[in-house]
């Protein structure tokens, strides 16, 4: 900012009073100023602002956006933007000496002993008394008005807010996501923006856990995986896009590209016989027509396109819903720039940046939300008189509350901030800003960013790159498959890198499995750069070694090499130790590739890290490089160009949402990489360490890859699995909060036979805390492997997963009390028996109500450290269990007695000691009123003393019953 900035006419009246009036004067002088003095002018008001408090800068910033237009409107937006608020939301208190005398505590004289007062004072009150304690009852009012401030996230009104409308979100039989869009629905009824609403909540893979509701995402169109599923939904958008496929054998692809891809795998003859349309246009979503007349020939048409990428866009779909309808009309009450700038500069965003900055596990995660919601000052910035977008804006402010209030309750925040990207989607599909070019501008920064050592070969021009825009990253390798096979001739594809797996792609990719036979055409190479399933460490440098044996065996005038790597999980270099692993691959072969003799095809899926956890999109991206001007490379570069063109994704709403997330948020990805790969080694070390020597219980932690297998065998770990409803059930990976995937198969390697399906369940951890991770899977790791808290090695006695016996969860929690001098166990004791606890209610079939005082007896005594999300989860299970039943108190010192069943038609007695009643209270605690009002109901107190506890318990059944 130049040293002659001013603040423009108008300001101090502003300052003084403001409000639209004062505000338009100061637009005014800023208008008259003109470029590029009013820009500058622009960026000291955002950082004179910036050092107000939180709400103050936020309703003044509103009111001067409100009045700016053009080029000026949006430098101010973007100063804003770029200016954080200059002190910290919550603020420090300094600690000053006390003095015994109250009129120095209250810091009205400096803390020292003051001269002897007269008995009387002429002329009025003593000003070390009377007005001392008027100053003291004027602070006690603000801190009172403080605290109670719902704008302010530092206080108490804020976070009481913020947990009432979590509340009232929970207490709802519908998700936030359905709210959402019934809310919208009628606004946007027969518009072109219809589409844009119902999208809401759409996942390219949705939980797969029974239906959920509250702070959740749904959408009745999402498939469990949207690539090898969405015909499971499909009839439902045919149902509301009308007849587009006439015959009953017609299949929906996603690009008029398919019919020469599926020669590949089909025998041309057939593929002479087929047809393809666009269903609008020229290009996108088609038709593929004909299938019928091959029937006889059991063709496996579903399995074939899924695994060449033809699965259509789900987003190119819903926007089909609106082919036709006109634009919604401009709404002049709304202004989303002034909404925007309000949001950015409130407190809870100036916390959400303070939060981003914190070493926890939510730190990424509002990193990427800061850097998101401020890139929407980009480009144009937001429709400015869009309802729609004011309507998301505002969504996008109330999410954020529910953020900040958790940062402590990770797993609340979490669902939140997933929540949010849909928001964020609809800013930047009703805007439309982005183009294809901005989409490889920003690939290629990545990229480079990414893999420095190529980029002054790129830059300057010695190699060529061209990136776009698939429906998949499956579409991508199947595509880089065909362009590099159709050309050379020949389907000999090799795969000489260490054993890894892209196991989805059974049929495609059979030839490259491991110990397939080699032919002396191998100028196809086929690898990852991390795998999904890791069995072992990828080795970047021995697969440049196997691309130089193969550049070696090249014949003179033969076609350039191919080498296709899926790049979906890229890792920061910090997190491999040095260089980054496509760094390494790309720096060793960039001569190669600058000389003609080697194309790379790059082959990632966004569906992964690249969405920030929450699988909002299902896109994907290739991108070649190769020599610039190189003749042999032409067919490749034209085929692509071809590719893109067919597909035309970028200007449609996937599009513009990834391409935000890329220029915004590319760095973002890393972090969260890096973040969830942390408690993928927590977990591998001390929730479930396993004998590194028997892949039969699993695969050891990679180095920086945040996936881990695990295997529970003779146990089928997918019906384990499936009971732990506290770990969200996915049929893909990196999603914000911790998921697995079942029926992970064997590694490669292994014999036909021994390759069983149930195998191996992949664990995905999120981003929630230690003590989540410890509660999810400490207990399960330690049973799993029968070695209780403390032991250090297995036990002799297997612990029988399928039909847990009590006994056993038991005795770990005995072997637990006496473990000593652990620091792990010390740290996480009540977190550990918590997961012992949660793992019980979820496994053990016999002797339920024996439950009943354990769970009592966490409750009464256990509780501190546990995460609330695990405490409400067993405070509901333990009312659970109480369904049906007549509570008796017991007052002796024993344990409690199951009495015997009772007589028919009435209700089984229970008899409970005190411990067990406190732990019922404690239980009560926590728990949202509406959730026991409802369970409450289901169980009857009997026999009941007059101690504090049985008295304090019956109110609060009372209390609930009667609501």
């Given at each position: 900012?130049?040293?002659?900035?001013?603040?423009?006419?108008?300001?101090?009246?502003?300052?003084?009073?403001?409000?639209?009036t004062?505000?338009?004067?100061?637009?005014?002088?800023?208008?008259?100023l003109g470029?590029?003095?009013a820009?500058?002018?622009?960026?000291l008001?955002?950082?004179?602002?910036?050092?107000?408090?939180?709400?103050?800068?936020?309703?003044?910033?509103?009111?001067?956006a409100?009045?700016?237009?053009?080029?000026?409107?949006h430098?101010?937006?973007?100063?804003?933007?770029?200016?954080?608020?200059?002190?910290?939301?919550?603020?420090?208190?300094?600690?000053?000496?006390?003095?015994?005398?109250?009129?120095?505590?209250?810091?009205?004289?400096?803390?020292?002993?003051?001269?002897?007062?007269?008995?009387t004072?002429?002329?009025?009150?003593?000003?070390?008394?009377?007005?001392?304690?008027?100053?003291?009852t004027?602070?006690?009012a603000?801190?009172?008005d403080?605290?109670?401030?719902?704008?302010?996230?530092?206080?108490?009104g804020?976070?009481?807010k913020?947990?009432?409308?979590?509340?009232?979100?929970?207490?709802?039989?519908?998700?936030?996501?359905?709210?959402?869009?019934?809310?919208?629905?009628?606004?946007?009824?027969?518009?072109?923006?219809?589409?844009?609403?119902?999208?809401?909540?759409?996942?390219?893979?949705?939980?797969?856990?029974?239906?959920?509701?509250?702070?959740?995402?749904?959408?009745?169109?999402?498939?469990s995986?949207?690539?090898?599923?969405y015909?499971?939904?499909?009839?439902?958008?045919?149902a509301?896009?009308?007849t587009?496929?006439?015959?009953?054998?017609?299949?929906?692809v996603?690009?008029?590209?398919?019919?020469?891809?599926?020669?590949?795998?089909?025998?041309?003859?057939?593929?002479?016989?087929?047809?393809?349309?666009?269903?609008?246009?020229?290009?996108?979503?088609?038709?593929?027509?004909?299938?019928a007349?091959?029937?006889?020939?059991?063709?496996?048409?579903?399995?074939?396109?899924?695994?060449?990428?033809?699965?259509?866009?789900?987003?190119?779909?819903?926007?089909?819903?609106?082919?036709?309808?006109?634009?919604?009309?401009?709404?002049?009450?709304?202004?989303?720039?002034a909404?925007?700038?309000?949001?950015?500069?409130?407190s809870?965003?100036?916390r959400?940046?303070?939060?981003?900055?914190?070493k926890?596990?939510?730190?990424?995660?509002?990193?990427?939300?800061?850097h998101?919601v401020?890139?929407?000052?980009?480009?144009?910035?937001?429709?400015?008189?869009?309802?729609?977008?004011?309507?998301?804006?505002?969504?996008?402010?109330?999410?954020?509350?529910i953020?900040?209030?958790?940062?402590?309750?990770?797993?609340?925040?979490?669902?939140a901030?997933?929540?949010?990207?849909d928001?964020?989607?609809?800013?930047?599909?009703?805007?439309?800003?982005?183009?294809?070019?901005?989409?490889?501008?920003?690939?290629?920064r990545?990229?480079?960013?990414?893999?420095?050592?190529?980029?002054?070969?790129?830059?300057?021009?010695q190699?060529?790159?061209?990136?776009?825009?698939?429906?998949s990253?499956?579409?991508?390798?199947?595509?880089?498959?065909?362009?590099?096979?159709s050309?050379r001739?020949?389907?000999?594809?090799s795969?000489?890198?260490?054993?890894?797996?892209?196991?989805?792609?059974g049929?495609?990719?059979?030839?490259?499995?491991?110990?397939?036979?080699?032919?002396?055409?191998?100028?196809?190479?086929?690898?990852?750069?991390?795998?999904?399933?890791?069995?072992?460490?990828?080795?970047?440098?021995?697969?440049?070694?196997s691309?130089?044996?193969?550049?070696?065996?090249?014949?003179?005038?033969?076609?350039?090499?191919?080498?296709?790597?899926d790049?979906?999980?890229?890792?920061?270099?910090g997190s491999?130790?040095?260089?980054g692993?496509l760094?390494v691959i790309?720096?060793?072969?960039?001569?190669?590739?600058?000389?003609?003799?080697?194309?790379?095809?790059l082959?990632?899926?966004?569906?992964?890290?690249?969405?920030?956890?929450?699988?909002?999109?299902?896109?994907?991206?290739?991108?070649?490089?190769?020599?610039?001007?190189?003749?042999?490379?032409?067919?490749?570069?034209?085929?692509?160009?071809?590719?893109?063109?067919?597909?035309?994704?970028?200007?449609?709403d996937?599009?513009?949402?990834?391409?935000?997330?890329?220029?915004?948020?590319?760095?973002?990805?890393?972090?969260?990489?890096d973040?969830?790969?942390?408690?993928?080694k927590?977990?591998?070390?001390?929730?479930?360490?396993?004998?590194?020597?028997?892949?039969?219980?699993g695969t050891?932690?990679?180095?920086?890859?945040?996936l881990?297998?695990?295997?529970?065998?003779?146990?089928?770990?997918?019906?384990?699995?499936?009971?732990?409803?506290l770990?969200?059930?996915?049929?893909?990976?990196?999603?914000?909060?911790?998921?697995?995937?079942?029926?992970?198969?064997?590694?490669?390697?292994?014999?036909?036979?021994?390759?069983?399906e149930?195998?191996y369940?992949?664990?995905?951890?999120?981003?929630?805390?230690?003590?989540?991770?410890?509660?999810?899977?400490y207990?399960?790791?330690?049973?799993?492997t029968?070695?209780?808290?403390?032991?250090?090695?297995?036990?002799?006695?297997?612990?029988?997963?399928?039909?847990?016996?009590?006994?056993?969860?038991?005795?770990h929690?005995?072997?637990?009390?006496?473990?000593?001098?652990?620091?792990?166990?010390?740290?996480?004791?009540?977190?550990i028996?918590?997961?012992?606890?949660?793992?019980?209610?979820?496994?053990?079939?016999?002797?339920?109500?024996?439950?009943?005082?354990?769970?009592?007896?966490?409750?009464?005594?256990?509780?501190?450290?546990?995460?609330?999300?695990?405490?409400?989860?067993?405070?509901?299970e333990?009312?659970s269990?109480?369904?049906?039943?007549?509570?008796?108190v017991?007052?002796?010192?024993?344990?409690?007695?199951?009495?015997?069943?009772?007589?028919?038609?009435?209700?089984?007695?229970?008899?409970?000691?005190?411990?067990?009643?406190?732990?019922?209270?404690?239980?009560?605690?926590?728990?949202?009123?509406w959730?026991?009002?409802?369970?409450?109901?289901?169980?009857?107190?009997?026999?009941?003393?007059?101690?504090?506890?049985?008295?304090?318990?019956?109110?609060l059944?009372?209390?609930a019953?009667?609501?």
């Amino acid at each position: 900012m130049s040293n002659d900035s001013v603040l423009p006419a108008g300001w101090q009246e502003f300052v003084a009073k403001p409000d639209p009036t004062t505000a338009k004067a100061v637009a005014r002088a800023l208008t008259q100023l003109g470029s590029p003095a009013a820009f500058e002018s622009v960026k000291l008001i955002a950082e004179t602002l910036a050092e107000r408090s939180a709400a103050e800068r936020s309703e003044k910033s509103r009111l001067i956006a409100a009045q700016l237009r053009g080029e000026v409107a949006h430098a101010f937006m973007k100063a804003t933007a770029a200016t954080r608020l200059a002190h910290p939301t919550v603020r420090t208190p300094v600690e000053k000496p006390q003095h015994q005398d109250v009129a120095h505590y209250l810091d009205v004289l400096p803390p020292k002993q003051p001269d002897e007062r007269p008995e009387t004072t002429p002329g009025g009150h003593d000003p070390l008394t009377l007005e001392a304690l008027d100053l003291a009852t004027a602070d006690l009012a603000a801190l009172a008005d403080r605290v109670a401030d719902e704008r302010d996230a530092s206080s108490m009104g804020h976070l009481r807010k913020a947990a009432e409308l979590v509340d009232s979100i929970n207490a709802k039989p519908t998700t936030y996501s359905q709210e959402r869009r019934a809310e919208l629905a009628a606004a946007v009824k027969g518009t072109t923006q219809e589409h844009i609403v119902e999208q809401i909540g759409f996942r390219a893979a949705k939980t797969q856990r029974d239906k959920e509701q509250g702070l959740s995402a749904e959408n009745e169109l999402a498939a469990s995986y949207w690539r090898t599923n969405y015909v499971d939904t499909l009839q439902k958008f045919l149902a509301k896009l009308g007849t587009v496929m006439p015959d009953p054998d017609d299949i929906l692809v996603n690009s008029p590209r398919v019919l020469e891809k599926l020669a590949m795998m089909v025998d041309p003859k057939v593929v002479a016989g087929l047809r393809i349309k666009p269903v609008e246009g020229r290009t996108g979503i088609s038709v593929l027509s004909g299938t019928a007349a091959f029937k006889d020939q059991n063709i496996a048409w579903k399995s074939i396109l899924q695994e060449l990428g033809a699965t259509p866009s789900a987003y190119q779909l819903y926007e089909l819903m609106d082919t036709g309808k006109p634009e919604p009309p401009a709404d002049s009450t709304v202004n989303t720039w002034a909404d925007l700038v309000a949001l950015i500069t409130g407190s809870p965003f100036a916390r959400l940046q303070e939060i981003a900055r914190q070493k926890t596990e939510l730190a990424p995660v509002c990193a990427m939300v800061e850097h998101l919601v401020l890139g929407l000052t980009d480009e144009f910035g937001p429709k400015r008189t869009d309802a729609l977008t004011a309507n998301a804006l505002r969504s996008l402010g109330r999410l954020l509350d529910i953020v900040v209030a958790n940062q402590h309750n990770p797993s609340v925040a979490l669902r939140a901030v997933d929540l949010m990207m849909d928001e964020i989607g609809i800013v930047v599909a009703v805007a439309g800003n982005y183009t294809g070019d901005d989409y490889r501008r920003a690939v290629r920064r990545v990229m480079l960013e990414r893999a420095p050592s190529i980029a002054p070969l790129v830059e300057g021009e010695q190699v060529h790159m061209y990136s776009y825009l698939t429906t998949s990253g499956m579409e991508a390798l199947g595509t880089a498959l065909w362009i590099a096979l159709s050309w050379r001739g020949h389907e000999q594809v090799s795969r000489s890198t260490e054993q890894i797996d892209y196991f989805e792609t059974g049929e495609l990719l059979r030839r490259l499995r491991e110990g397939d036979t080699l032919t002396p055409h191998q100028d196809v190479l086929v690898a990852t750069l991390n795998p999904s399933a890791p069995y072992s460490v990828p080795s970047p440098e021995k697969l440049v070694i196997s691309v130089r044996e193969a550049l070696a065996a090249q014949k003179k005038g033969a076609a350039p090499c191919v080498l296709i790597i899926d790049t979906t999980i890229q890792l920061a270099p910090g997190s491999t130790g040095g260089k980054g692993r496509l760094d390494v691959i790309l720096g060793g072969l960039k001569e190669d590739i600058a000389a003609g003799r080697l194309e790379v095809f790059l082959c990632k899926s966004y569906q992964k890290y690249a969405s920030f956890g929450t699988g909002k999109v299902a896109a994907g991206d290739l991108t070649l490089l190769s020599k610039k001007g190189n003749l042999e490379s032409v067919f490749a570069r034209a085929e692509v160009l071809l590719q893109d063109a067919q597909l035309d994704l970028a200007r449609h709403d996937e599009g513009q949402l990834v391409i935000h997330m890329l220029r915004h948020g590319h760095r973002d990805e890393l972090a969260l990489i890096d973040s969830a790969a942390r408690n993928a080694k927590f977990v591998d070390e001390f929730c479930w360490p396993i004998d590194r020597t028997n892949q039969r219980q699993g695969t050891s932690y990679v180095d920086g890859i945040p996936l881990l297998l695990r295997a529970t065998f003779p146990a089928k770990i997918d019906t384990l699995f499936a009971k732990l409803v506290l770990i969200d059930w996915r049929d893909s990976f990196s999603f914000l909060r911790t998921s697995y995937v079942g029926r992970i198969p064997g590694p490669w390697g292994a014999a036909p036979a021994e390759q069983k399906e149930e195998w191996y369940v992949r664990i995905n951890p999120g981003h929630e805390s230690k003590e989540t991770m410890v509660e999810c899977f400490y207990a399960f790791g330690h049973l799993a492997t029968s070695t209780p808290p403390g032991a250090g090695q297995p036990g002799q006695k297997q612990v029988d997963l399928d039909r847990l016996p009590l006994e056993a969860v038991l005795e770990h929690l005995k072997a637990l009390d006496e473990v000593k001098g652990d620091a792990g166990v010390e740290r996480y004791r009540n977190n550990i028996a918590a997961s012992y606890c949660v793992f019980a209610v979820q496994n053990v079939g016999f002797r339920r109500d024996a439950l009943v005082p354990l769970l009592a007896g966490f409750f009464a005594k256990r509780t501190g450290g546990v995460t609330i999300e695990t405490q409400r989860y067993l405070a509901g299970e333990l009312f659970s269990l109480l369904k049906e039943k007549t509570l008796d108190v017991v007052h002796d010192t024993g344990p409690a007695k199951l009495p015997p069943p009772p007589a028919s038609g009435k209700k089984k007695v229970l008899n409970v000691d005190l411990t067990t009643v406190a732990g019922l209270c404690r239980a009560v605690a926590v728990l949202p009123a509406w959730r026991f009002k409802s369970l409450a109901k289901e169980f009857e107190l009997g026999q009941i003393g007059v101690s504090a506890e049985e008295k304090r318990l019956s109110a609060l059944v009372d209390k609930a019953v009667k609501g």
